[in-house]
C-alpha cells in the first residue's frame, strides 16, 4: 500500500532555480513531477547535512536507492555538470563508494561504502545563516511504501501485558475528535511568524558549546564504562558510533579533540565544529516546526503504544511555546516529578506497605522534591540527581550503579516493587505503565474535561495550556478529577 508523505524543504534559491530551469516546474506530466521531487529531495538531504563549506555528506546507498531506484545519474548529472555540486574522488574510486548487490541467500542489498557529494562554494551557506529573500521553501509530495502491520490499541485489554496494574480504559475519543479539537484550538492562536524566526536567531546566535563539554574527571568508573553513542564531527566527515566513555575520553585524547554531551548523546570534536553542527541543527529544527505550524500543517493523533495525543505542540520547542503563549495569553500548569508521583499513586493502588522509605518517597514526589532531596542530600545538582531515577525507569533489573545504589539504600521497599515489576513483566514495560497512566489522567480525564468546559485546551505531556481567563475553572477540574482518582499529585503553574 502506498502512502502520501506531504513535506516542506528549504534549499537556497539559486538551487531552486536551477531545478525550475532543468526539471520545469508548471504544467509537468506525471513522470517529470517525479523527476523534480527526487531533485529536491536529493538536494535538501544534501543541504541538511553539510555542516562546512569543505565537508562531505555521506549518503547512505540504501537512501539512494530508495530514492533514484534506476534514475540516478538523471537527477544527479545535471548538478554536477553545473558545478552545484561534486563527488569525492579517490585513486581507486570516482565517487568513492561500492555498489550495494543483493544476498543471493538473504535477498538483502549488501552494504558497501557511502557515496559523498558536497555542495560547492558558490552553492554552500549555512542554513542559519542564510538571509530570508536567500532561501526558498517548497511543499512537496511523494509517495513511499506503507509497511503493514496489526494495529495495537493500548487500552484494550487482550493488549495489556500488565493488566493487574493498568487501568482498562472504557472511554477514548476517536482520533478525527483530538484532531478536530486540536484544529479548533490552534487555530484560534496568533502565531506570529516574524516573531518566532526571531527568537529562533536568537537562540542559535546564543549558542555556547563550553556549558556542553564534558571532562573525564567529572565522572565515576561505573559511569565511564556505560555505552554512548558518539558522533565524532570533524571537517572531512562524521561518523557515529556506540562507545564506552572511557574509550570516548581516550580516542579524543589521541587526536586532540573536545567532548561534548547534548541530548544524552555524545560529541567529539573542536568548538567551532560542534557550535556550527549545534547551531545548524538547532535553526533547521526550530524553523521546520513553525513552518508547519504556520502553513497549517498540523496534526493530532494518539499514539497506540503509550496514549499520548502527539501534536505540534508536544515537539515545539519550550522557547518558542512561551513566545506563542505569551501573545496569547495562555497558562500551563505542569505536573511536579510527573513520573514518579505516577509510581508513587501505583504504590497506593497495589497496597504496598507504608515503611518510612515508602512514605518519604510519596511524600517528596507528590511535593515535587524528589531531586532537592536527594541533591542536597548528596551534594551534587538537581539535574545530576535525575541520573539514578533515571536509571530505575530505564534500567534492566540487574544493571547496577552507584546512583541506583544509594536510591535502593535510601528507598528500599520502592526499588524492591519496581525491580518485582520489571522482573514480571519486563523492564521496558514500567517506563511504559507510567507514560500510560501519565495519558490516562492528562488525555483521557483533563483533556477531554477541559475541553468540554471551556472549550480550549492544549497538552504537551504532563502539562495543560490554557487561557488565563480560564484559571479558575481548570484549577477546579483538576482538584475535581484528582480527588476522584484519589491521586494525590500537585500541579504548579509555569
Known sequence: ???????????????????????????????????????????????????????????????????????????????????????????????????????????????????????????????????????????????????????????????????????????????????????????????????LVKKTRNVVDNIDVKNLEIF??????????????????????????????????????????????????VYVSNYELFTAYKKDNTYESYINSIKRLKQGNLYAKRNNNNGRLDTNITNLPNVLLDVIKKDNNLVSYDLCNSQFSILSHILDEKGVKNTEDVVLFKKLAYSGKLYDYIAEKRGITRSESKVGFFEINFDKVGKKSKDKEYLNKLFPNVIKFVDDFKTKYGYKKLALLLQLRESNIFIDGLYNKIMDRVGFVLTKHDSVIFRQEDEEVVKEIIKEHFEKLNFNGKMIKE
Not at 57 to 66: D, F, G, Q, R
Not at 156 to 172: G, M, P, S
Not at 226 to 247: G, H, Q, V
Open 1 to 195: 500500500m502506498m502512502q502520501t508523505i506531504n513535506k516542506t524543504i528549504y534549499l537556497p534559491k539559486k538551487v531552486t532555480d536551477f531545478v525550475d530551469e532543468t526539471w520545469g516546474k508548471e504544467n509537468l506530466t506525471k513522470p517529470q513531477k517525479k523527476k523534480r521531487v527526487k531533485a529536491l529531495r536529493f538536494m535538501a538531504y544534501l543541504f541538511s547535512k553539510q555542516h562546512a563549506e569543505d565537508s562531505y555528506v555521506e549518503i547512505p546507498s540504501t537512501y539512494l536507492l530508495k530514492l533514484f531506484n534506476s534514475q540516478y545519474l538523471s537527477i544527479v548529472n545535471p548538478f554536477r555538470k553545473h558545478g552545484i555540486i561534486r563527488g569525492f574522488e579517490t585513486e581507486s574510486s570516482k565517487d568513492s563508494y561500492i555498489t550495494p548487490s543483493i544476498d543471493r541467500l538473504t535477498q538483502k542489498y549488501k552494504t558497501g561504502k557511502c557515496k559523498k557529494y558536497q555542495l560547492t562554494e558558490d552553492y554552500f551557506v549555512n542554513l542559519f545563516k542564510l538571509e530570508k529573500e536567500e532561501l526558498e521553501e517548497i511543499d512537496i509530495k511523494f509517495e513511499v511504501l506503507k509497511k503493514s502491520k496489526k494495529s495495537k490499541s493500548y487500552y484494550k485489554k487482550k493488549d495489556v501485558l500488565f493488566e493487574e496494574v493498568v487501568l482498562e480504559y472504557k472511554t477514548r475519543k476517536g482520533s478525527e475528535d483530538y484532531e478536530r479539537d486540536f484544529l479548533k484550538s490552534i487555530n484560534s492562536l496568533i502565531i506570529d511568524e516574524e516573531k
Open 216 to 265: 573525564k574527571s567529572d565522572f565515576k568508573d561505573d559511569q565511564l564504562n556505560k555505552y554512548k553513542k558518539t558522533l565524532f564531527i570533524s571537517k572531512k566527515n562524521r561518523r557515529t558510533y556506540n562507545m564506552k566513555l572511557s574509550d570516548v575520553f581516550k580516542k579524543a585524547s589521541i587526536s586532540k579533540k573536545r567532548v561534548f554531551s547534548d541530548n544524552n548523546n
